[in-house]
């Protein structure tokens, strides 16, 4: 790719953060906002309804009001939190939103690797990493994993839509542990919170330097880039692997939105021309038999000679199995499927030419004459023969 492209790809990308990506700007401060009025509101509901639970019932109040408010204050909120990430990053049919489709997706990732700099910078002059160190810490890493979802959406090795969603429930419920750990108060269950974190080894502080950190708040401000970068690096190794492999792959298994690389070849024998197909039983025959078998049903409709007005008398296709007609052209030259991206049909054939061109990948059409390298619907790169 021309290194123009790969700049101009580049600066797209700081771009969506002020436009495509408002949403997540949105996310921040209103999950924010939502999220603590969610745990201190849920967190006195539960008290109370457990307690009058414990009144009626021989249960055990603590493991009951522990378990509950783990799906209530972890769960819950990292499963909104997935399907809002997703629900912006995909469109309605589950693929990649057009604005992330860069033909070099590794672009994606450059915004959010300089602001996670930035902030590492900005903890490194500081000194002392506190609150505000690890909030800025935690926003740049989630940055960062939000566009690794677009990122393995968009390429092609190791690409799993269902397995993108896990990775990031598991950093969402990594980031939920720690700002319960820091916000339980608001419910007045903190000594609850304390207690649970200290049985699984999560409570107390880890040492940065000459300062200690919460555990649980390092945890949730650095957890988004460790999941990130880990599955970079591997996504990274697979994609090695496919170059050396050179895979056959259809392009019907290619998701819209997904990037095909040139390394992969196409899963036929023979490229078909877009928009055309071929005839049955003549797909992979040579051009006699193939002509002579898709001239076979015109013949026996027209119950003339196969090759038309200005066939030769003796060409004829029947049911002997006889040689075809010759085309028509001042040369004889012989047309075939396949050759070309817009298959021209003979002049004595019915339907004229072919106007209009079929992406193989979301099985829309659109103008041949167009001048198309990405497919108008889902952009998919149109490969020239």
Known sequence: MAPSRTRRELVDSFRLLGREELWLVAGFGGGAVGYLIWIAGTGVAVGEFVRALADALPVDRGSTELWVLAVLWVLVPSVVAVRYVVGHLTNLRGNVEQCYRFERPLVLLGPPAVFLLGALGVAAVRGPVGPVTLIALGAANIVLLVRTMAYGYRVYSLSVPRGLQALLFLAAVAVSLGVVSRTASLAGQEALVESTASRFGLGGDVALGSVSVPLLGLVAATAPGIVAVSYVWVQVFASLIVRIRRPDVPRSTIRAGQRYPQVVQPGTDRRLAMGTVPDEGGGTEDS????????????GSSGGPAGGPGAPAGGTAGTDGGPAASPDGPDGEDHRFGETRVYTPPEDEDG????????????????????YTNCPNCNAVIESD
């Open 288 to 299: 006699g038999s193939g002509t002579a078998s898709g001239s076979e049903p015109e013949s």
């Open 352 to 371: 004229g030419t072919v106007k209009s061109e079929l992406c193989p990948i979301c099985r829309e059409t659109y103008a041949a004459d167009a001048g």
